[in-house]
């Protein structure tokens, strides 16, 4: 159970033990959530652009792969419609075009033909027409169209139905010559040339005839485009040099121009088309869907557009995307609940424990710090408890053997000292609320807490032998490092006010001084103390120096930008006992600090403005000879 002293009767009035009330502050919650989610949402984020990138590095090597498929598919088709009219070439033709050359029967060397022309695979698929030219370039037969029972005619043949490049007559070999042609009733078409050698002779000039072939070329792509692969939508769009579709797998925009069958490519088609270029773009449809298209030449005077659809090739990714963003946030806010009611407890002890600090600096020595076993700061509150168990006792003891005039100087020291001990400790759990998730700071904490204890012990010591400690003698001065003492007295007293305060320090190593180390250090300790105090309820700054002033001494300079001294407090009152200027002070702070550094044969000045500032100078024999022998002996 707490307890708490009431300053205006004296009465210890009991205060009920305190529940943690885990009440979230919604600015600390909001913190917290801003530090969780933000992690976790940019590593969301960066998946999501990673899904999307790989997606579109996918479906460009998709559209690539396509392309590069349609044109090899094209290329195959065509050689395999090649090698069926050389078939003819090789075969049935010459022996018919002899056969009206020499007026012989010509019957049966046309059933022959008629025959072999019928055996063509897939000829009702791929063959429009067909003609045959024996060497004068006439026509022997022609053959529209061609399918299951093709209408082979000899007379009756429009002129230029069907025209051979005039290329064969003069070819070395039975090579199909190709080329695209816009045929005005069946649409583009792949002309095929093959010359029919009638002798052994190819050279130019020799005895031939012709077979003429138009291919579908539709047809011909329809088959190159193949089946649509797993994934996004494709399309297959083939347009020939004039800018007409030649393929569409919407039937229905074949023949037309680019402009009217596909509008929002056509401008980058007739650009490529220019340029006969290669290359993969963006465009949107008229659905607002977003496509990767691959562009480039097919054949001679077709040109291949190949697209892909993004926005659906995306979707899955887009999802995956949405969906780690949702759990990210709701993930951040989990966490950032817990933190914040972590924190929340935490915050709700350091509070119950600063106040029973307080309460114990403010003299209240019967103040019991509760902490459960499970709280961190439970090894605080037992030193804590032990030190004012061990005051409590120690005063009551000196009450009964002290005469009251001894009572009276003692008490009065005792207190200056365990005062500065106990601020140090409020100073230090004040700043615990804001700084305690610092592992820096706790570790600091820790040992500015140990030292402290080490401290209050030494005073419980004193009070164990109270002829010495009154009576007034020094140890046998040595060798001590004021720069290392005055570390450690920062560390104990300042560090923990570096939120609020500028720490300045100056501290040289190896400023050896021949000095009482216990007691010099507390005139260091009780110099900061004041410093602090002096500056409090405003953000201020801290200079500790020290150094050689040359001569065979050394110093060490405290400065503060506290209110400073008037010139007649400092020349009146500043160094005489129980004159303090603080509303709790006892007033033998300075007094005995100037009294340890004369009995160490040093001197005490100051320097003070009011409203600027305070500097305290402290001027000690040098020990420098004796601090490196003692360093190298260690």
Same mark, same amino acid.
């Given at each position: ?62 559209v690539q792969d396509d392309s590069n498929d ?19 070439? +090789? &075969? =049935? /033709?010459? #022996?018919? @075009?002899? %056969?009206? $050359?020499?007026? !012989? ?102 005895? +031939? &005839? =012709? /077979?003429? #072939?138009? @291919?579908? %070329?539709? $047809?011909?792509? !329809? ?104 759990? =990210? ?205 002096a500056m409090a309820g405003r953000s201020g ?94």
């Amino acid at each position: 159970m707490l307890t708490n002293q009431n300053q205006q009767d004296g009465r210890n009035i009991p205060l009920q033990q305190e529940e943690l009330t885990l009440s979230i502050q919604p600015k600390l919650f909001l913190t917290c959530a801003a530090v969780c989610i933000l992690p976790l949402l940019i590593i969301a984020i960066i998946g999501f652009r990673y899904g999307l990138k790989n997606t579109e590095s996918l479906l460009w090597t998709t559209v690539q792969d396509d392309s590069n498929d349609i044109v090899g598919r094209y290329s195959g088709l065509i050689e395999q419609r090649q090698h069926e009219l050389q078939t003819l070439t +090789r &075969g =049935a /033709l010459p #022996a018919y @075009i002899r %056969a009206t $050359r020499n007026d !012989e029967d010509t019957a049966t060397a046309l059933v022959n033909a008629r025959k072999a022309i019928t055996e063509l695979p897939y000829s009702g698929l791929y063959y429009a027409q067909l003609a045959c030219f024996d060497a004068g370039k006439n026509y022997l037969f022609l053959v529209d169209p061609v399918n299951d029972s093709p209408n082979l005619r000899t007379k009756d043949i429009v002129p230029r139905t069907l025209e051979p490049d005039e290329r064969v007559w003069n070819a070395k070999s039975d090579a199909a010559l190709c080329l695209t042609v816009a045929h005005p009733a069946i649409g583009t078409v792949v002309r095929c040339s093959i010359p029919v050698f009638l002798t052994d002779d190819k050279s130019p000039g020799s005895l +031939r &005839g =012709a /077979l003429v #072939a138009d @291919i579908k %070329a539709d $047809r011909l792509l !329809e088959s190159a485009s193949g089946p649509v692969n797993s994934g996004a939508a494709r399309s297959v769009i083939v347009v020939d040099d004039s800018g007409k579709v030649v393929y569409h797998a919407n039937e229905v925009l074949r023949n037309q121009v680019i402009e009217r069958a596909e509008p929002l490519l056509a401008s980058r088609v007739r650009a490529l088309l220019t340029n006969s270029a290669t290359g993969i773009d963006w465009y949107r449809a008229q659905d607002r869907q977003q496509w990767l298209a691959a562009y480039g030449p097919l054949a001679p005077g077709l040109f291949l557009i190949v697209a892909r659809n993004y926005s659906e090739a995306s979707g899955p990714a887009r999802l995956a995307g949405w969906t780690a963003i949702a759990i =990210a946030i709701l993930l951040g806010l989990g966490v950032a609940l817990l933190l914040a009611q972590q924190f929340e407890k935490k915050t709700q002890q350091l509070e119950r424990v600063s106040r029973s600090v307080a309460a114990i600096a403010g003299g209240n020595l019967d103040q019991r710090v509760e902490a459960r076993s499970s709280d961190d700061l439970r090894p605080l509150a037992d030193s804590v408890n032990l030190m004012t168990d061990q005051l409590r006792e120690q005063i009551r003891r000196e009450t009964e053997t002290r005469q009251f005039d001894s009572f009276v100087r003692l008490s009065a020291m005792l207190t200056h000292d365990l005062k500065n001990a106990i601020e140090a400790l409020s100073l230090i759990v004040g700043n615990m609320e804001r700084h305690f998730d610092n592992p820096r700071f706790r570790a600091e904490t820790m040992t500015a807490l140990t030292g402290a204890t080490e401290k209050l012990k030494g005073l419980v010591t004193r009070l164990s032998h109270p002829v010495d400690t009154l009576s007034g003698e020094f140890k046998l001065p040595r060798p001590v490092d004021v720069s290392v003492m005055l570390q450690r007295v920062i560390q104990q007293t300042a560090n923990s006010l570096k939120e609020t305060h500028e720490i300045v320090t100056k501290l040289p190593p190896a400023v050896f001084a021949l000095a009482d180390g216990e007691r010099l250090e507390k005139v260091m300790e009780n110099l900061t103390i004041n410093a602090l105090e002096a500056m409090a309820g405003r953000s201020g700054k801290l200079t500790i120096e020290s150094g050689h002033s040359g001569q065979g001494k050394v110093f060490f300079r405290v400065t503060d930008t506290g209110d400073g001294m008037s010139p007649d407090f400092i020349k009146e009152r500043l160094f005489r006992p129980f004159a303090t200027t603080k509303r709790s002070g006892v007033g033998l702070g300075l007094y005995t600090c100037r009294e340890v550094i004369r009995a160490n044969g040093g001197s005490i000045e100051v320097e003070s403005q009011e409203g600027s500032g305070t500097t305290f100078l402290v001027v000690l024999a040098s020990a420098a000879n004796q601090g490196k022998r003692s360093t190298s002996e260690n």
